[in-house]
């Protein structure tokens, strides 16, 4: 069973970035779809993005489209997500996801994941 630790949140200002990662072990990384999911105060938690297990596809949330990256390094075990011009209503606690063998398909509806990271959380200033 893969752990997952999420790291690079914190507080910025309206139109600034940030840069989430998150370190995977106890697994074969290479084999895991990854994703990231956010939840605001008093909301569901929703998908952000996903990323195949080569790299080779991803699949970002409309919301973010545009704006956000996710990537990843297969060597160092990490995803990330490269935030860009974020927005207030971006605030939410950041989750990373791992499903194994999955889609990223899937992921956007939270089928198939196995394990979920501690969260980080992210707030933006107006």
């Known amino acids: 069973q893969v752990q997952l630790v999420e790291s690079g949140g914190g507080l910025v200002q309206t139109g600034g970035s940030l840069r989430l990662s998150c370190a995977a072990s106890?697994?074969?990384?290479?084999?895991?779809?990854m994703g990231w999911f956010r939840q605001g105060l008093g909301k569901e938690r929703e998908f952000v993005a996903a990323i195949s297990w080569s790299g080779a596809n991803t699949y970002h949330a409309d919301s973010v489209k545009g704006r956000f990256t996710i990537s990843r390094d297969n060597l160092r075990n990490t995803v990330y997500l490269q935030m860009n011009s974020l927005k207030p209503e971006d605030t939410a606690i950041y989750y990373c996801a791992a499903a194994f063998g999955g889609t990223t398909l899937a992921m956007t509806v939270k089928t198939g994941i196995n394990a979920w990271g501690q969260g980080t959380q992210v707030t933006v200033s107006s």
């Open positions: 106890g697994g074969t990384f290479s084999r895991y779809t």
